[in-house]
């Protein structure tokens, strides 16, 4: 079965640290993966995706992930948090021709 | 280009109504998703439809239910309304034939009392 699991309902980091959102996986084959972003009343933007290729992806807005096929893990990642970045984000998992979400890490990013 | 449209933005519906709710996806996307969202729950997958036929569908009643017309807009229409039907409900439309990505609409809020 796929799933997607995001351990950490919040996420709280003082601006100018790095930050790290955590997903792992569960799908049948090769996994195709995704990290989306969530502002207040609007729908999911896109911030990169894993198909194929090198490990680190790099994203939307200074974000990177690093895919683990052996920790079945991919995390979301950005060397200088901004308080701009305090958002709801989705991890998501392509597989059998539907996208399956995560439940999502709210992530606040103080001053 | 413009973006995933749904409407409208808010609803508030009653126990027992019923109501449909609309997406106009960005031209040329022939793939239309929808999805519930519920706080805690993330987002759960209710059904894709691909030019006209439902291509997919999640684990939800019948009495959700949708259509895609011709030119690729959407419908979804939720009978029997229950007070765990609030919801924010989310539409994305995507290019198919090798790109993955969704572009999501900013949702049509349900309440129901």
């Known amino acids: 079965a796929q799933s997607v699991a995001q351990p950490e309902d919040q996420v709280n980091v003082a601006e100018g640290n790095p930050l790290t959102v955590k997903c792992t996986y569960s799908?049948?084959?090769?996994?195709?993966l995704f990290w989306y972003v969530q502002y207040p009343n609007r729908g999911l933007q896109f911030l990169l995706k894993y198909i194929t290729g090198d490990n680190l992806v790099k994203g939307s807005y200074g974000f990177e992930a690093e895919f683990n096929k052996s920790q079945t893990s991919f995390h979301l990642k950005k060397p200088s948090a901004l308080v701009s970045d305090s958002a709801l984000y989705f991890c998501?998992?392509?597989?059998?021709?539907?996208?399956?979400f995560g439940s999502g890490t709210k992530l606040n990013v103080k001053p | 280009k413009a973006g995933v449209t749904q409407t409208p933005r808010y609803l508030i519906k009653t126990r027992g109504q019923q109501v449909t709710l609309s997406c106009s996806p960005i031209?040329?996307?022939?793939?239309v998703s929808w999805y519930q969202q519920t706080p805690g729950q993330g987002l759960q997958f209710l059904f894709e439809?691909?030019?006209?036929?439902?291509?997919n569908k999640g684990n939800f009643p019948g009495r959700f239910s949708g259509r895609q017309f011709s030119n690729s807009r959407s419908e979804m229409n939720v009978s029997t309304l229950e007070l765990g039907d609030s919801a924010l409900y989310l539409c994305?439309?995507?290019?198919?034939?090798?790109?993955?990505?969704?572009?999501f609409g900013s949702g049509t809020q349900l309440s129901v009392l």
């Open positions: 994305a439309s995507r290019r198919t034939g090798g790109d993955e990505k969704l572009f």
């Open positions: 439809y691909f030019s006209e036929t439902q291509r």
């Open positions: 799908v049948s084959g090769n996994p195709y």
């Open positions: 031209s040329g996307h022939r793939s």
């Open positions: 998501a998992v392509r597989g059998f021709n539907k996208f399956y």
